[in-house]
């Protein structure tokens, strides 16, 4: 039945501006997403840092498992498309040209409550009010620069991996 409905997407190569309309692609990427991934980067300023190591290293510590991962730069237009839901807002020109001021690592991490379990892991979007031992309290260094990204949602979680990765990318 899934073959039936999905079989003739699966042969489309991917790119997401063009395939987000297509409801029935998208309730393809959400049921292999299922609730147990999560999307992730590591953002310029932490790779900057030099942080990708230590930040690898509290994730995988934590239970995540990583199924993809790349480094790569953002465009601007990337990073505008990414952060598109934020269009309109203040921050917007700050945080697309932040974004694409520099290598990020791009990951998709797997465990059971993965969306909600990471957004704990990272610690609030201003490192000043996230818990200690979080990512962003350990690593980040202001509202603007907080040294990585978690999906707020298993449907973002599952659009947002599809944007950086094809399915031959995943182990
Ligand atoms: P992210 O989506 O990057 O994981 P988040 O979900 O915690 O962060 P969002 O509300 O989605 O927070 O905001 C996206 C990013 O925009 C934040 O990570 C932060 O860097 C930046 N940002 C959010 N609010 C502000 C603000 N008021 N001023 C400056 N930058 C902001
Ligand atoms: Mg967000």
């Known amino acids: 039945m899934l073959k039936m409905l999905f ?11 063009k395939v987000f309309p297509n409801k029935v692609y998208l309730r393809k990427i959400l049921y292999e997403m299922k609730t147990n991934r999560t999307f992730t980067m590591i953002k310029p300023d932490a790779v900057e840092n030099e942080y990708i190591g230590p930040i690898i290293e509290k994730i995988t510590a934590s239970g995540f498992k990583i199924v993809a991962l790349k480094l790569k730069k953002l465009s601007i237009e990337d990073a505008q498309e990414f952060y598109s839901i934020h269009k309109g807002k203040p921050f917007f020109d700050e945080l697309t040209a932040f ?73």
Request: cysteine-free; glycine content about 6%.
């Open 7 to 17: 079989g003739d997407f699966k042969k489309q190569p991917f790119n997401s501006a």
């Open 99 to 171: 974004m694409s001021s520099g290598p990020i690592v791009a990951a998709v991490l797997e465990k059971e409550n993965a969306v909600e379990d990471f957004r704990a892991l990272i610690g609030a979007t201003n490192p000043e009010n996230a818990a200690e031992g979080t990512i962003r309290k350990l690593y980040a260094t202001s509202l603007s620069f907080n040294a990585v990204h978690g999906s707020d949602s298993n449907e973002n979680a599952a659009i947002e991996s599809a944007f950086h990765f094809t399915d031959k990318e995943y182990v």
